[in-house]
């Protein structure tokens, strides 16, 4: 089995290199150390400083008091954490192009998973190469290393201070401050001499968790490999995955949509020989300098036809609010799978049919959603339930598939549930001959209708396991009510006459 290899990527000014990319005025006017300021417990506290103030001796934490009294020049700017965070995301982003697996570590850290990827740039140092190129377009202030254990290669690229012949070599070497536990743990394992992490790996873990918490074997187990661990993605890794990249960065946004259809073919191929169908498609489009432009679309069945995932790629492109802007080109295209289902081979029909017909009408269900929005095109699912406003759901088609069977009628027969139903139902004026009994007028929109003929009752109660507790519901009974125009109604009871409140009366739908 392949051992893993892991990246981390650490920016130790990620917030002030942020603000010197994004605000360059307001860093220009600081024209001195800068740090940047949250309020906290009452008081102004530095939360980031950027190189020149921490080479004055301020860090994150100090009071704002006690910095200025220590370097009066010092400029200050309130942070933003959200952006701050949203850099990191950014960042994030563009190291998809080196692995699917990218993981944040908030507030200034990336881990990558580059198991099976390096031999993609020449081996590690040549990834190492292009990653430190590309990042200098987000920061400028980098620290990386490479180890078998995502804690490790954190733990090397934030406390390694020289070169060693080795990673274990390099692990034995770091100090305690490494397994970043709390503080009074770390100023319990100095007064006990124990200072790099050499120093605990011989000792048996008993006495260690005795003595400084269970914490820190599990900790150090980690960081030196002897438990396996691994990432989480921000990302779930696809089913499928298909890229190209360019010597030369395609500059047209057409061309980048031809390239997406060729990725298209691919997949379909692959897809046909595992007789699956995919139901959602990514496309990421990997700009030179850094952005990506994400674009996904979904179908309501599984689908693996190339020429209908282009056409709903198109329809998505069309449907953009804003053009895609290649910038300075996509060096790099990349079409994910991530939902596969099981999809047998069609059937061809010599005259057509229903199953031809139900494709049309799912890619028009398609095209719609990708135009207009997934969440405005819906579909009605029926529901098992006797309560009529809740028989219906509406929901969006590309996602709802029936699960049951629509209730019909006995041939010849009218229909049992009506054709519009008022929801709410309106109250309606009834004339009946006895309290329990079938309604023989009723008058509705201050019209009076004379009843000639009718169907019921039909009762319907309220389900006992939604009621709420001490609710003990009314009961319903429906009657199909004919009046002397031939205009039919569903009409219904709402409570029984022992029941309380009293009873009253409603029209719930129209039958024509």
Request: with cysteine; glycine share 8%; aromatic share 8%.
């Given at each position: ?72 020049e010092l400029a200050a700017i309130e942070a933003d954490p959200a952006a701050d965070m949203a850099w990191l995301e950014r960042i994030a982003d563009a190291c998809d ?94 007064r006990a001499g124990l200072k790099t992490f050499g120093d605990l790996a011989d000792r048996p873990a008993e006495p260690l968790a005795a003595r400084f918490g269970i ?298």
């Amino acid at each position: 089995m392949t051992a893993r290899r892991y990246l981390a990527l650490w920016f130790p000014f990620l917030a002030t290199d942020r603000l010197a990319r994004c605000s360059p005025a307001s860093v220009r006017r600081a024209d001195g150390p800068l740090g940047l300021t949250e309020r906290h417990k009452g008081a102004v506290r530095l939360t980031a400083c950027d190189p020149a103030a921490v080479a004055l001796g301020l860090a994150a934490g100090m009071t704002l008091a006690d910095a200025r009294a220590r370097v009066p020049e010092l400029a200050a700017i309130e942070a933003d954490p959200a952006a701050d965070m949203a850099w990191l995301e950014r960042i994030a982003d563009a190291c998809d192009r080196f692995t699917p697996g990218v993981m944040t570590e908030p507030p200034d850290g990336i881990a990558l998973d580059i198991t099976g990827c390096a031999h993609l740039f020449g081996g590690e140092y040549g990834l190492l190469a292009e990653v430190e190129a590309r990042m200098r377009r987000w920061t400028g202030h980098l620290r990386h290393a490479l180890a078998d254990t995502p804690e490790g290669a954190r733990a090397l690229a934030r406390f390694q201070t020289a070169p060693s012949s080795s990673e274990a070599a390099a692990l034995r070497r770091l100090p305690v401050a490494a397994l970043e536990l709390d503080a009074e743990a770390e100023r319990s394992l100095r007064r006990a001499g124990l200072k790099t992490f050499g120093d605990l790996a011989d000792r048996p873990a008993e006495p260690l968790a005795a003595r400084f918490g269970i914490e820190l074997p599990d900790r150090l187990d980690r960081v030196l490999g002897r438990t396996g661990s691994r990432i989480t993605p921000r990302r779930a890794p696809p089913a499928l995955l298909f890229e190209c990249r360019f010597a030369e960065p395609i500059a047209r946004a057409d061309d980048a949509v031809a390239v997406i259809g060729e990725l298209a073919q691919q997949a379909g191929a692959e897809m046909e020989e595992q007789r699956k169908g995919g139901r959602r498609f990514v496309a990421r489009l990997f700009r030179s300098d850094g952005h990506v432009v994400d674009l996904a679309v979904e179908c309501g069945a599984p689908l693996r036809d190339p020429a209908r995932i282009m056409r709903l790629f198109t329809e998505r492109v069309a449907a953009l609010s804003d053009p895609i802007d290649p910038g300075f080109g996509f060096d790099m295209i990349r079409l994910a799978v991530p939902r596969v289902e099981p999809l047998a081979a069609a059937q061809l029909q010599l005259e057509g049919g229903s199953d031809r017909a139900e494709e049309a009408i799912g890619e028009l269900v398609d095209r719609l959603s990708m135009r207009a929005g997934a969440r405005r095109i819906r579909r009605f699912v029926a529901r098992d339930t006797h309560i009529p406003e809740q028989a219906v759901l509406a929901l969006p088609a590309i996602e709802a598939s029936a699960p049951m069977l629509w209730a019909t009628s006995d041939p010849g027969e009218p229909p049992h549930r009506p054709i519009h139903l008022f929801d709410p139902p309106q109250p309606v004026e009834v004339i009946a001959e006895l309290p329990d009994g079938p309604p023989r007028r009723f008058r509705w929109r201050r019209n009076l209708h004379e009843v000639s003929r009718f169907e019921g009752p039909e009762r319907i109660a309220a389900e006992w396991w939604r009621r709420a507790p001490g609710d003990p519901g009314l009961t319903r009974d429906y009657y199909r009510v004919e009046d002397v125009r031939g205009r039919r109604f569903w009409l219904f009871r709402h409570g029984l006459y022992d029941e309380k409140p009293a009873p009253r009366w409603y029209v719930h739908g129209l039958f024509a």
